[in-house]
């Protein structure tokens, strides 16, 4: 499995972008499509994960009811809908996945379950 993340760049403080992770590869064995941030001086911090053919959905507090990730019909192309954003909410972006079922309950919210990273498309949102 290959990621590529895109749809990074500069905004306005309250205005949108939309990123999009691309799976390439075996994308059939993909559990779980995550998304992490890291911003310069911090630890990464969990942003939003899916199961890959749908269902449950989680988000990190910062980013509860602002941001929504989907997946694009059926292809391979997960997408991070960010609105209202804030001035805290740069950061690198990275998408990552699970590449298979884990045996254990998944944890979204921790960089440890996930295989795959891609490289980070940056994001800056000026006050």
């Known amino acids: 499995v290959q990621l ?4 990074g760049g500069w905004v306005q403080t309250g205005g949108s972008l939309n990123l999009a992770c691309t799976v390439a590869g075996r994308s059939d064995d993909v559990y779980a499509v995550g998304w992490f941030r890291q911003a310069p001086g911090k630890e990464r911090e969990f942003v939003a994960a899916m ?6 959905t989680d988000y990190g507090d910062p980013v509860k009811g ?3 990730i989907s997946r694009i019909a059926v292809g391979s ?8 954003l804030k001035p805290e909410d740069t950061a690198v972006y990275y998408c990552a996945t699970r590449n ?13 379950s996930y ?12 006050s």
């Open 66 to 68: 602002r941001f929504t």
């Open 100 to 112: 298979e079922r884990p045996w254990t309950p998944f944890r979204a919210e921790q960089s440890s």
């Open 115 to 126: 295989n795959t990273w891609g490289q980070g498309t940056q994001v800056t949102v000026s």
């Open 51 to 56: 199961r890959w053919n749908g269902g449950r």
């Open 77 to 84: 192309t997960v997408s991070l809908q960010m609105n209202t």
């Open 4 to 7: 590529q993340a895109s749809g």
